[in-house]
């Protein structure tokens, strides 16, 4: 290697398992002729790797090599630079150090090929034996360069400065950009001549023509080259490394190194000195070390001979004292701010594969799981056990995505809240209910032949409200087609999601749930077929919806058939639940059964049977359910046939049936009273 | 009246013979040996024979009431059986047809994957918990020492609902949120989703999943994230699972590590960790002179594809039943 002298030969291939083991990921690796060509991922904390010198100090650290950057010997002639161009820093927020070198008499041409070679093989297209010299010094030393054609700075030099209102450059690129106020740019007496640090100016480009070069090596401030590459919307090998933050010492070595090639490559002459403005040097930072918490942060003994030995093989200067020591920390280092920073430097030399693995000696606890987060899987588990499949959508949803599903302009779940910046259409707002995603779930399945579709998902709704923005978490139940395989010889109507299969779902996971007071009351919802839907309460609190999806919306969806879907809210059943079921002692003595056929108005709610008998029925009614209604002759037009039956059990004793026929009598009475039943 | 005895013998072999039901042998007994059977009266006849005969006629007629009942019951037998039989068979069933099957719910596999971590966690003593996925810049980037002007804040990556507002782009938010609502030690695991601003492809999705968790003590140590971790693999990835921790950069770690396991012969890169940095651990109000903690994060998504050998990211969100049935 060129740029290290290595004890040993090191085998290329090794390194593709070596470089990862320091920081740097291995992209690709590819071998060109003798060469292998490693293509690196650096962390953003690491400006220094992005030259090969940097990573070359970090082979030598790590290999215990001695680094061999290239060596500069300039032959420097009159007149000095600074009486022919001039460099002024405006705003010294904006820049930090600028360097400028003046070469003149050059000829323009093509590179040698080893030059043009290296470049390509890195990604960059070789244009001239000048503008290659920036682009190989910048790969060399992680420095970004650019050279002006001198003559055609008006004034003869350049300031830094930011952009006033209404300035425009077009771009070596041939783009015209129009500078935001406060952008960064480089400009000549007159005019902008650069987007400092991301690009130069067409105007002033190296051209054949060129004959005196205005070289510039600086430290832009990395948030100032951010802000106007996001405000361009440009992104460059330049502004890459002056976002990350270089070494404002590097500057000087790179312009030198830069002029000494020009002069190689192009001919000319180095003008002597050069023009650096560097209003504020830093001095080097001292960072303290305590090799005692370096053990014990890390977990392993690294003796102290070695650590001090890592940190000096990075260069960093080691004052050891008995507990405490001061590190000097090199200028292109300027990442390591405090003493984690250098226990990672001395971990990372050292070998993070031979740091052991332990358990922690801190008191063992058990793990709990939160409220929450127990509740969802509670809910989870029993959806899962009432056959239903689990589903992740997006929580991201189209902006009309609301409508298309049948949500009215002035619902509250129209409020959804709207992304700043989405990516796609697809994308816009975050959903208010899951609703629409299940919905979209089936229309998937049914366009690729999947009929018979039951799913939920329990996912987060996101609403805007007068309050600000809510969070919540729902349960979405969505079924269309068969419930059960193996249907052959069996009536569609059994094995078909129907409301009542829907509704059996939710009763099943409110009464596993050990929910007490809850009510599923008919509501018409516009989403919803609007006679067959139904409100969800619990403890007199909304819960939910359950329905048969609106036929519009199903052709909509072309769903080709009737689709059932129910939102349910988390947190009131959650509330609700009780969590440790109370045993109630069982009955041994015998019940007795009553049916009874109640005629009344069609419009009259079976549940409404029920409840006139649960109430008069008195406290020996152990059960009351429907099980068969029941329209048609011999039942009058009008009028439909609920056959109930009746569980009376005393758990002390056995009835009479003569104390049943007395109840049985007196619901018979209340029915007829209330509901103006007649009897079959 | 040998003869006669014979005789009877034989009709009744032969009725018996060609009796075909239960019913026909039983008229055949009542025929017999009913009150008013052909047998019975012979029987009765008895007394009224010579004094010679009586004794032979009796054995006689006894010996073949004894035959004649063991062979009705025989024959009763017989034709129970195949009348029983005849009547299951027509109860046959075509075992070939298929079951009634009830549906069987079936987790989502990322569902399934997220369980399965939070268990392995909370089986180490993690307390495992959930935080906003509408989070402020405040805990998704400031208190994880992120500040305004890093590049990790770029609009670019994350999705804004206000200026102070955004999709959580990672669970990290999560543990700055609860360290400072507890005194050390604290152990805290979360699983959730998390959004960034990606074109939808075959790896990539602007949601998806991760898992996020961090241990705050005295002395708790870098080896102890490799033990943790790498228990965490062993769990989810199976006992031979090694586990390769590669130095990294997050601005919220120091030092910082790459997490990757080994599966099928490959290295599998699962996520990010570190020990804490110092600042976020001040911002939470712990004092990181007496308390260290390490922190991780991994993804679930990816992790689960190379798992199960799905080679389209979108298939977890398309939610196809044949796809869902699969695991």
């Known amino acids: 290697m060129e740029l290290v002298d290595l004890p040993t030969p090191q085998d290329p291939a090794e390194w593709e398992e070596r470089f990862p083991m320091l920081g740097l990921g291995v992209e690709a690796v590819e071998r060109v002729g003798d060469d292998w060509v490693f293509d690196l991922e650096t962390t953003t904390n690491r400006p220094d790797w ?35 161009a001039w460099v002024e820093v405006a705003d010294p927020g904006l820049c930090h150090r600028y360097v400028g070198r003046v070469v003149v008499d050059v000829r323009v041409g093509p590179s040698p090929a080893w030059m043009a070679e290296r470049l390509e093989r890195s990604g960059i297209r070789s244009i001239n034996n000048v503008v290659d010299v920036t682009n190989y010094v910048m790969l060399e030393t992680g420095q970004p360069l650019h050279a002006f054609d001198l003559d055609r700075l008006v004034g003869g030099g350049v300031v830094v400065r930011a952009a006033r209102p209404g300035e425009v450059l077009v771009t070596l690129d041939g783009q015209e950009r129009r500078l935001h106020p406060g952008a960064l740019v480089i400009a000549d007496r007159e005019r902008v001549v650069a987007v400092g640090g991301i690009m130069g100016g067409l105007d002033t480009e190296i051209r054949p023509d060129t004959r005196r070069v205005l070289l510039e090596s600086a430290w832009f401030h990395p948030v100032a080259v951010r802000r106007t590459a996001r405000a361009l919307g440009m992104r460059t090998e330049g502004s890459t490394r002056h976002e990350r933050g270089g ?124 409220p929450e987060v127990d509740a969802e899987r509670r809910i989870r588990e029993l959806l899962l056990r009432a056959g239903l499949t689990e589903v992740l959508t997006l929580s991201l949803v189209r902006a009309d995505d609301l409508e298309r599903v049948g949500i009215p302009p002035d619902h509250p779940l129209r409020r959804a809240i709207p992304l700043r910046n989405p990516l796609t259409q697809e994308h816009t707002h975050l959903r208010t209910t899951l609703l629409p995603s299940l919905v979209e779930v089936l229309r998937t399945n049914r366009a690729r032949g999947n009929g018979d579709v039951h799913v939920f998902e329990v996912g987060r709704v996101f609403q805007a409200s007068e309050a600000g923005w809510e969070e919540r978490k729902a349960v979405g139940i969505a079924q269309m087609g068969r419930s059960l395989r193996g249907t052959w010889n069996l009536p569609q109507e059994a094995v078909q999601a129907s409301f009542h299969s829907l509704k059996g779902v939710v009763e099943g996971l409110l009464e596993a749930l050990h929910l007490q007071g809850w009510e599923i009351q008919a ?4 989403w919803l077929h609007p006679y067959r839907a139904a409100g969800l309460w619990v403890d007199g609190r909304r819960a939910g919806w359950l329905g048969e999806l609106h036929p519009e919306v199903c052709e909509r969806y072309d769903l080709r058939g009737r689709a059932y879907v129910a939102e349910l809210e988390l947190a009131p059943l959650v509330e609700a639940a009780r969590t440790i079921p109370q045993y109630r002692p069982l009955a041994y003595t015998p019940a007795v059964e009553r049916d009874l ?9 079976a549940g409404e049977v029920v409840r006139v008998v649960r109430e008069v029925a008195g406290g020996l009614l152990e059960a009351c359910e429907p099980f068969d209604v029941y329209a048609g002759p011999p039942v009058p037009p009008g009028r439909k046939s609920v056959a109930v039956r009746m569980r009376f059990r005393d758990p002390a004793r056995t009835l009479q049936s003569e104390e049943v026929e007395r109840l049985v009598e007196r619901v018979r009475t209340a029915l007829r009273d209330r509901l103006a039943a007649s009897f079959r | ?83 029983q039989d005849s009547r299951l068979r027509a109860e046959a069933v075509d075992v070939t047809l298929p079951g009634r099957r009830p549906l069987v719910g079936r987790e989502h596999v990322l569902g399934r994957m997220m369980e399965e971590i939070r268990d392995i966690f909370r089986s180490m003593g993690f307390e495992v918990v959930e935080g906003p996925e509408l989070e402020t810049e405040e805990f998704n980037f400031r208190r994880l020492n992120i500040p305004d002007d890093h590049p990790a804040r770029d609009a670019q990556d994350s999705f804004y609902l206000d200026d102070e507002h955004l999709l959580r782009t990672q669970c990290t938010a999560v543990d700055v949120r609860v360290m400072p609502r507890r005194t050390p030690p604290i152990r805290v695991v979360t699983v959730g989703r998390c959004y960034r601003r990606d074109v939808v ?33 062993r769990q989810l990835w199976g006992p031979e699972t090694r586990v390769r921790f590669q130095p990294s950069y997050f601005p919220f770690t120091e030092p910082s590590a790459e997490i990757a396991v ?47 050998g799905i080679d389209d990211i979108r298939l977890f969100w398309e939610n196809d039943v044949r796809f869902l049935g699969q695991f």
């Open chain 1, 50 to 84: 992005l030259g090969l010198l940097g990573v070359a100090r970090e082979v030598a650290a790590a290999c215990r090599g001695r680094l061999r950057p290239p060596q500069v010997h300039l032959e420097e002639s009159d007149p000095p630079a600074a009486e022919v």
């Open chain 1, 247 to 370: 070494d404002p010492e590097r500057a000087r070595f790179a312009a030198a190194r830069a002029a000494q090639l020009i002069q190689q490559l192009a001919g000319g002459r180095v003008l002597r000195g050069e023009l650096d403005v560097y209003p504020e040097p830093q001095p080097p930072r001292r960072v303290s070390l305590r090799p005692a918490r370096l053990r014990r942060v890390l977990g392993v003994e690294v003796p102290d001979e070695e650590a001090a030995d890592i940190l000096q093989r990075l260069e960093f200067q080691v004052e050891r004292g008995p507990d405490r020591w001061v590190v000097t920390v090199p200028s292109h280092r300027r990442d390591v701010e405090r003493e984690e920073d250098l226990i990672e430097e001395v971990a990372r030399i050292y070998g993070y594969d031979r740091i052991p693995e332990t358990l922690p000696v801190e008191v063992m606890g058990v793990g709990v799981v939160a």
């Open chain 1, 523 to 526: 509501e018409p919802l516009p």
């Open chain 1, 597 to 605: 056929a109640v005629v009344v108005d069609s419009s009259v709610p």
């Open chain 2, 1 to 83: 009246m040998q003869e006669r005895v014979n005789a009877l013998r034989q009709r009744a072999a032969q009725e018996l013979e060609s009796a075909s039901t239960t019913e026909e042998v039983e008229a055949l007994r009542r025929r017999y040996l009913g009150r008013k059977g052909e047998l019975t009266q012979l029987l009765r006849s008895l007394p009224q024979l010579p004094q010679q005969e009586r004794v032979a006629a009796g054995a006689a007629l006894n010996e073949l009431k004894e035959w004649l009942e063991q062979r009705l019951q025989e024959r009763a037998e017989q034709l129970r059986a195949r009348e």
């Open chain 2, 201 to 233: 492809d075959s790896t990539h999705m602007p949601v998806f999943h991760q898992v996020d968790g961090f241990m705050v003590g005295e002395g708790i140590r870098f080896s102890d994230l490799k033990g943790v971790l790498a228990e965490f693999a």
């Open chain 2, 262 to 308: 080994s599966f099928r012969g490959r290295w599998l890169e699962i996520g990010g960790c570190g020990m804490f940095h110092p600042r976020v651990l001040e911002m939470a109000g712990i004092d990181p002179e007496r308390y260290t903690a390490f922190a991780f994060g991994c993804g679930v998504d990816r992790p689960a594809m190379v798992r199960y």
